[in-house]
């Protein structure tokens, strides 16, 4: 039975789908490639890997037409899921965001990104941690190229106060809080939603940040 995945970049694709018609046309099976490894690659569920379209082009003899295809197989900054909001990102002039159980990404410390992709499931490999933690921190620019986007971001006390949020992390939203409105910092009861803000001096706020971090158990 075929698969489909769409999400998956169209290249992957493309290119395990001519695996499969090679593999079959020489009458080679998947065990005689690499079994398991070779599914997901013609299910466009992995990318295809230079070295093996190498090998698979030796033995299916396919003289140089699978090979050709690793210099067009690129990793994928963003999750499939995210790369159309990625791309409508980087264009964007406003932005809102609301989040009730992270930090969001465009205000993550290196820590705390690095914390959340490398406890993914499943388990992503080295590589691609760090390509994506990259990725994540790229995102950032936004927050300061010109001309300048109009950011709103509104966090849920529990995003506050989630396992990898530390001090470097709180001081670096306060860095940017501040550099968006450098008088006060705006700061709502969780358990009063229809209460008025509290307008906090950035010294009373900073202060307020490095006690707390202190506290943490």
């Known amino acids: 039975m075929s698969v489909q995945n769409p999400q998956q970049p169209g290249t992957w694709r493309y290119c395990g789908n001519q695996l499969l018609r090679w593999r079959t046309q020489s009458g080679m099976s998947r065990e005689e490639l690499a079994a398991a490894t070779i599914k997901a690659m013609e299910q466009g569920v992995r990318m295809p890997t230079p070295r093996l379209l190498e090998q698979a082009d030796d033995l299916l003899q396919a003289n140089g037409k699978l090979s050709a295809a690793k210099d067009y197989l690129k990793r994928e900054k963003f999750p499939p899921r995210a790369q159309d909001f990625m791309d409508r990102e980087v264009e964007a002039i406003s932005l809102w965001s609301y989040e009730v159980a992270l930090i969001p990404g465009l205000l993550q410390t290196e820590a705390y990104a690095r914390a959340l992709i490398g406890n993914h499931s499943p388990p992503l490999d080295d590589e691609t941690v760090e390509e994506r933690v990259t990725a994540r921190l790229e ?4 927050l300061t190229r010109k001309p300048l986007a109009a950011l709103n971001f509104v966090l ?3 995003a506050l106060r989630g396992p990898h949020v530390d001090k470097e992390q709180l001081l670096h939203m306060l860095e940017h809080e501040v550099a968006a409105c450098p008088s006060t910092v705006h700061v709502r009861d969780s358990k009063l939603t229809d209460s ?4 906090l001096p950035v010294p009373a706020w900073s202060a307020f940040v490095q006690y707390a971090a202190t506290r943490r158990s």
């Open 139 to 142: 995102r950032q620019s936004l």
């Open 156 to 158: 849920y006390e529990a």
């Open 196 to 199: 008025p803000e509290l307008a």
